[in-house]
């Protein structure tokens, strides 16, 4: 399986800010997608993450509040907007091998909004 | 809406038995279904796939699929305190598309 890295693994920060969550891959990987985990609660797919084009989202999330890039098949990048203490939360990078639908996650960033 | 349950729990079995963990879905054309296992404030790991239908066993885990059932489960033979995680039961509706998640079962050996 790929070796997947998150950075950063966590952060404190203030309502109304904005922060950019990397996801590395140390392999080419063709599927990247990013998921919200809410404390006691199970995995929300926020999008797809698409090499050179705009990413696929979910019902519920959208660009101008999540903007994804993904420069590569190796990295791509999410950033939380406008932050509120709603959006508290473990966020995770997984990456598909092609492997029918198999993925494997990042460790996580845990954000906490004030 | 393609849905995937599990019981909550938590289950608590005694260290030794054998822990036996329940998965339901609703997409009778799904192809693939993953268990995962996720200690608390790590990110999922993933510990069995399956495909066909019947059992495929990897060391002390058994995932077992009926496709008629739509049903999957996972056993986990001679359970220790290490097994104790949430396991999250995860089925992709289609090849080469995303997957969707149960909310897991909370799981916890008795030493």
């Known amino acids: 399986s790929a070796v997947i890295s998150q950075k950063p693994s966590r952060d404190i920060c203030q309502r109304g800010t904005s922060l950019t969550i990397q996801c590395q891959v140390d392999s080419q990987v063709t599927m990247m997608f990013w998921y919200r985990q809410q404390p006691g609660q199970s995995l929300t797919l926020i999008a797809t993450a698409n090499q050179g084009s705009e990413a696929t989202y979910e019902s519920g999330f959208v660009i101008d509040k999540f903007p994804i890039s993904r420069p590569n098949l190796t990295f791509s990048t999410l950033t939380v907007s406008n932050m509120s203490p709603e959006d508290s939360s473990i966020y995770l990078c997984?990456?598909?091998?092609?492997?029918?639908?198999?993925?494997?996650f990042g460790p996580g960033t845990r954000l906490t909004v004030l | 809406q393609k849905e995937v349950e599990q019981n909550s729990g938590p289950l608590s079995v005694p260290e030794g038995a054998i822990a036996s963990l329940n998965c339901t879905y609703s997409d009778r054309g799904s192809q693939s279904f993953f268990w995962y296992r996720q200690y608390s404030g790590k990110s999922p790991e993933l510990i069995m796939f399956i495909y066909s239908n019947g059992d495929k066993e990897d060391g002390r885990f058994t995932a077992q699929l009926n496709k008629a059932s739509q049903y999957v489960s996972l056993l986990i033979r001679d359970s220790q305190p290490s097994d104790s995680a949430t396991y999250l039961c995860a089925v992709a509706p289609n090849r080469d598309d995303k997957i969707i998640f149960g909310k897991g079962t909370r799981l916890h050996i008795l030493p």
């Open positions: 997984s990456v598909g091998t092609g492997d029918a639908d198999t993925q494997y």
